[in-house]
T-cell receptor, first 113, second 115 residues
Framework: QKEVEQDPGPLSVPEGAIVSLNCTYS??????FMWYRQYSRKGPELLMY????GNKEDGRFTAQVDKSSKYISLFIRDSQPSDSATYLC?????????????FGQGTTLQVKP | DAGITQSPRHKVTETGTPVTLRCHQT?????MYWYRQDPGHGLRLIHY???????DKGEVSDGYSVSRSKTEDFLLTLESATSSQTSVYFC??????????????FGPGTRLLVL
């Protein structure tokens, strides 16, 4: 079993829809939770990060962490065709100050005009 | 791409040949990482560096070595390339100034095909 599980999709939604992207994990030591967006043939770019539990909002994006359920989510409101990309969750236990991240497989999102 | 360049961007090589990929940063970040990305596996850490001449292994380090002689450069070497090393390789950097070092910034990637 992988430490971080993410449904690869693809997920297809109409423009304006609310999108929910999710990851589950097994390591209770994870403290940092990241979401990256990756456009085709590009490097991942950091969208948001959260430390421990709770919600964080940035514009149309909201990240949620539920450590009791070992479940994290990224919500995209009013989705746009420009949001079409692969979304990767990543996590770290931050042991030994190495900053090592464990990534999910990524979910491919397509937002149709 | 946060002042990170990777070279070459594309490479085709033959099984058994050595290959070196270069990551160069202009951000003066302390930490540098090499990942590979394959379908169904996401990004997997190969090696990382926490300072000049300080490196350590990641999740999939077999068949790879790294070197960091300057803050700005992190080299990844495939000693004897195999077809299983065909992948897209990403370099990432981070530091702990004002935000967690877990917040890593990625380069544009190198596509490697081993025939």
């Amino acid at each position: 079993q992988k430490e971080v599980e993410q449904d690869p999709g693809p997920l297809s939604v109409p423009e304006g829809a609310i999108v929910s992207l999710n990851c589950t994990y097994s390591n209770s030591a994870f403290q940092y939770f990241m979401w990256y967006r990756q456009y085709s043939r590009k490097g991942p770019e950091l969208l948001m990060y959260t430390y421990s539990s709770g919600n964080k909002e940035d514009g149309r994006f909201t990240a949620q962490v539920d450590k009791s359920s070992k479940y994290i989510s990224l919500f995209i409101r009013d989705s746009q065709p420009s949001d079409s990309a692969t979304y990767l969750c990543a996590m770290s236990a931050s042991s030994g100050n190495t900053g090592k991240l464990i990534f999910g497989q990524g979910t491919t999102l397509q937002v149709k005009p | 791409d946060a002042g990170i360049t990777q070279s070459p961007r594309h490479k085709v090589t033959e099984t058994g040949t050595p290959v070196t990929l270069r990551c160069h940063q202009t951000e003066n970040h302390r930490y540098m990482y090499w990942y590979r990305q394959d379908p169904g596996h996401g990004l997997r850490l190969i090696h990382y560096s926490y300072g000049v001449k300080d490196t350590d292994k990641g999740e999939v380090s077999d068949g790879y070595s790294v070197s960091r002689s300057k803050t700005e450069d992190f080299l990844l070497t495939l000693e004897s390339a195999t077809s299983s090393q065909t992948s897209v390789y990403f370099c990432a950097i981070s530091d702990s100034w004002g935000r967690p070092q877990e917040t890593q910034y990625f380069g544009p990637g190198t596509r490697l095909l081993v025939l």
